[in-house]
């Protein structure tokens, strides 16, 4: 019977089950060796965090992060400088990205007359990605009427 811990695909795939026990074996071993030296916390946080890294050139995310988890290491690999720097971007990327959507919506009220509890904004509200949110200001800057921006936006 499968225990409750292993991912319910790694039951069935002999290769993705090798692969968890190796992953698993790296993690552990780093965990370990992360314990007994003589690393303060910040130092063992970016320690196994660039373990994992390195695990995800060979395994699937899933199984780093339920090895991770399993060994009570997912909210030190948080600490670490590296996924402190990723947090940091996507928050900076998310005020950029919400920036651009308020102006989109401000330059649509303005040229149209657009309420503000238009359905277009919540359509893009909907865009993660940045750069079309910015060729969707220009075009809100610039097209003759609400319906080709509707247009641009549908394309």
């Known amino acids: 019977m ?3 811990k292993t991912p319910r695909h790694i039951h069935t795939d002999w290769s993705a089950k090798a692969d968890y026990i190796s ?3 790296i993690l552990i071993g780093s965990k370990n060796n ?3 030296t003589c690393m303060d916390r910040p130092a063992k946080a970016d320690y196994i965090a660039s373990i994992a890294i390195f695990c995800g050139g060979l395994y699937d995310a899933e199984t780093i992060c339920k090895v991770l988890d399993e060994e009570g290491l997912t909210d030190l690999v948080f600490e670490s400088s590296f996924a ?3 947090i940091q971007q996507g928050r900076e990327e998310q005020r950029v990205r919400e920036c651009a959507i308020e102006n989109i919506i401000t330059v649509l009220e303005i040229r149209f007359d657009m309420q503000e509890a238009d359905p277009l904004s919540d359509r893009l509200s909907a865009i993660d990605d940045l750069q079309r949110l910015k060729q969707l200001l220009r075009a809100a800057v610039q097209v ?9 936006l549908d394309a």
Do not use: G, I, V
């Open 34 to 36: 992360a314990e007994t």
């Open 2 to 4: 499968p225990d409750e």
């Open 84 to 86: 402190k720097q990723l």
């Open 23 to 25: 992953c698993k074996e």
């Open 144 to 152: 003759p009427h609400l319906e080709a921006f509707q247009d641009m």
